[in-house]
């Protein structure tokens, strides 16, 4: 069974990059056919997708995150690393990583990690 372990800083100041890692566990992110996705919730408000790379490493951004979004993998650590930067206050919000064949707001993945959630504030 594939387990995702999202980390990263809880607190990041204004026009700084966040920067998260996805740890995969249970399978590898080479898996054919599989894409690995980032998605948040800001508080009181529904799941947004933000982007997602896939098992040859391309990668796909949500139109209004792409300017400011990027996602690398490192196979050797069955890792992926979201960022998203500058951020402002308005990009506070619970971050998760999640796994399966599809990506995008079907938000219909096999695996998703437990999420951490990351203020952005001075």
């Known amino acids: 069974q594939v387990q995702l372990q999202e980390s990263g800083p809880g607190l990041v100041k204004p026009s700084q990059t966040l920067s998260l890692t996805c740890t995969v566990s249970?399978?590898?992110?080479?898996?054919?056919?599989?894409?690995w996705n980032w998605i948040r919730q800001p508080p009181g408000k529904g799941l947004e997708w933000m982007g997602a790379i896939t098992y040859s490493g391309s990668t796909y951004y949500s139109p209004s995150l792409k300017s400011r979004t990027s996602i690398s993998r490192d196979t050797s650590k069955n890792q992926f690393t979201p960022q998203l930067g500058p951020v402002t206050p308005e990009d506070t919000a619970v971050y998760y990583c999640a796994g399966g064949d599809t990506f995008g707001r079907s938000y219909n993945f096999d695996s998703w990690g437990q999420g951490t959630p990351v203020t952005v504030s001075s």
């Open positions: 249970g399978g590898s992110i080479t898996t054919n056919g599989y894409y």
